[in-house]
């Protein structure tokens, strides 16, 4: 089986954070105590993943190669992808088909957090599936704003439709996708929408069309969370410091993923929290060596 490898689609204007992210890519801004990309950067690692590549800007991509250069720090392997113009999310599968080197992916969006009991082990099975793909269902009070899937009286799905005026279900489509090694040529073979993008539930309708589509439900015990928004970021900020504060860990530290699985040494978990040694960040990382 070929080994996943992990997509963060990081690009994108960030028009509705406008004036915030004039300067600044919106997957740098912070989420409380640490950068945006650090969630979506955890919830791939929390899956296995070990090569990723980052898809930005050609203006932001250096200011993520001076926060998380080629990864080595978190025992993974980092790269960067430029995106000129976003085109839609099902674009990210034709600019990242040269890493994905026929391979499966694991694709996040880079606004997008994901916590709850059980979550590793669930993103654990995803990447361990073969053929087709798996997706993640979310219950939302408001689905008119995102990919909803539609099922029949059996349970059984039927469709996935982006932003529908009438929505079949209240189930949402997160922001996560495992796909195989098909990703990219049905990338090829998705046409641009009335919008002007290449949808990402056109890709996944192939999928579904082939029968080979799963959509995981994440219950009540679960939280995903789109900072796209100034109410959203500061809702999501406002989670992860209660989480933290509560009970003292942290939500999203990729370091902590990376020294709990064996891919960093204590000495090197030790390097970093000494360069952040005057934030609570890094005497959490210091906490973490007994």
């Known amino acids: 089986m070929n080994t996943?490898?992990?997509?963060?689609?990081?690009?994108?204007?960030?028009?509705?954070?406008?004036?915030v992210t004039r300067s600044v890519s919106k997957q740098l801004l912070p989420v409380y105590d640490k950068p945006m990309i650090y969630y979506p950067l955890s919830v791939l690692m929390l899956g296995g993943v070990r090569e990723i590549a980052i898809i930005t800007t050609p203006h932001d991509q250096d200011q993520f190669q001076r926060l998380l250069g080629d990864g080595s720090h978190l025992g993974v392997e980092i790269s960067y992808l430029q995106q000129a113009e976003p085109k839609g999310l099902a674009q990210a599968y034709l600019l990242a088909e040269d890493f994905l080197a026929g391979g499966p992916s694991a694709m996040v969006l880079g606004d997008n957090i994901f916590f709850g009991h059980g979550l590793s082990q669930m993103l654990q099975e995803a990447n361990n599936s073969t053929g087709g793909g798996t997706v993640f269902?979310?219950?939302?009070?408001?689905?008119?704003?995102?990919?909803?899937?539609?099922?029949?009286?059996?349970?059984?799905?039927?469709?996935?439709?982006?932003?529908?005026?009438k929505p079949l279900s209240n189930l949402a489509v997160t922001g996560l996708y495992y796909l195989d090694e098909t990703a990219s040529e049905k990338a090829g073979r998705v046409t641009l929408s009335a919008r002007g993008e290449y949808e990402i539930t056109s890709l996944l309708e192939m999928y579904l069309n082939e029968g080979s589509l799963n959509v995981q439900r994440m219950g009540r015990g679960y939280a995903w969370l789109d900072t796209g928004t100034h109410e959203s970021l500061l809702d999501a900020g406002n989670f992860v410091r209660t989480l933290e504060k509560r009970q003292g860990v942290q939500v999203g530290c990729?370091?902590?993923?990376?020294?709990i699985r064996g891919w960093i040494s204590a000495d090197e978990l030790e390097r970093t929290a000494e360069e952040y040694s005057k934030s609570h960040y890094g005497r959490y990382l210091k906490s973490l060596i007994v």
């Open 137 to 165: 269902g979310y219950q939302v009070a408001d689905p008119s704003r995102y990919g909803v899937v539609g099922y029949d009286k059996a349970g059984k799905v039927t469709s996935i439709v982006e932003k529908p005026s």
């Open 254 to 259: 990729p370091e902590e993923i990376a020294f």
């Open 4 to 19: 996943r490898r992990g997509i963060i689609l990081a690009g994108g204007t960030g028009s509705r954070l406008h004036p």
